[in-house]
């Protein structure tokens, strides 16, 4: 066990148990060991199996927050398709080529067509739907 300075005692970090599942077995496993207790069965048999359901589950709430950020960007761009702005490329998507520009507003993604432009690069865009 590892013990935390600012704390003086024992100390073991998860985050977010609803959030993560693998958060879920760490918090689990730290209260047995903390009660003198063994670590319940269903987390020892699972254990195997946890990289894997990880890998899985990160995947799947990667896909489901990109179409969501996908979702409000259409709408919040909705009442400008077909209009030009100035965009600053602020990152760039090494999964998609492209990059995100923030149109002199709210940090709004975009697949610009073309090379990726280096980050703080201005160019021209278009909303288009």
């Known amino acids: ?65 990109r179409r969501s950020t996908d979702l409000v960007e259409a709408a919040v761009l909705a009442h400008r398709v077909g209009q030009d702005f100035d965009a600053v490329v602020v990152d760039r998507n090494h999964q998609v080529p492209g990059a995100a520009a923030r149109p002199g507003g709210p940090g709004l993604g975009a697949r610009p067509a073309g090379p990726r432009p280096a980050p703080g690069t201005g160019r021209p865009a278009r909303a288009s739907g």
């Open 1 to 65: 066990m590892t013990t935390h300075a600012a704390v003086a005692a024992s100390y073991a970090h998860v985050t977010a148990p609803l959030r993560r599942l693998v958060d879920r077995f760490g918090l689990v496993t730290r209260h047995a060991l903390v009660a003198g207790r063994p670590v319940p069965g269903w987390v020892l048999e699972a254990l195997g199996e946890l990289p894997e359901l990880m890998a899985t589950s990160d995947h799947l709430a990667g896909q489901l927050e």
